[in-house]
């Protein structure tokens, strides 16, 4: 449970990390929903919802994993970096709901 003296504490390194790749991912799947990607492929609006859900449930139980293996410290810290992003994820995309049901309660 403890460092050796000299070592740094502070992991921001890691946790940016684990915190860009699954953002990167998400702004992939956005992206490649505006820009019609896979369209022809059959791919549509729910295609592209369950990937960008896949993606924010993999950061999370990829970060908790992490987190409850007690690997060596860099990876503890990726993994807090995961879980935020997923996070942040879940978060905005429980916003993007609400807004398109909010917006439809309204047209009528």
């Known amino acids: 449970m403890t ?3 000299g070592e740094n504490r502070n992991r921001f390194g890691p946790a940016l990390a684990g915190f860009l790749v699954p953002i990167v991912l998400l ?3 956005v992206l490649g929903f505006r820009q019609r990607l896979f369209w022809d492929l059959g791919w549509r609006g729910g295609e592209y919802a369950q990937v960008f859900l896949g993606v924010v ?3 999370v139980l990829a ?3 992490l987190k409850a293996a007690r ?3 860099p990876w503890r810290s990726f ?3 995961l879980i935020l ?3 942040l994820g879940t978060v905005s995309a429980v916003v993007v709901i609400v807004a ?3 917006a439809l309660s309204r047209m009528y």
């Open 3 to 5: 460092e050796p003296a």
């Open 27 to 29: 702004s992939v799947v």
């Open 57 to 59: 449930l993999a950061a």
């Open 63 to 65: 970060g908790i994993v």
């Open 71 to 73: 690997p060596r410290p």
């Open 79 to 81: 993994g807090t970096g």
């Open 85 to 87: 992003a997923g996070t």
């Open 100 to 102: 398109i049901l909010n």
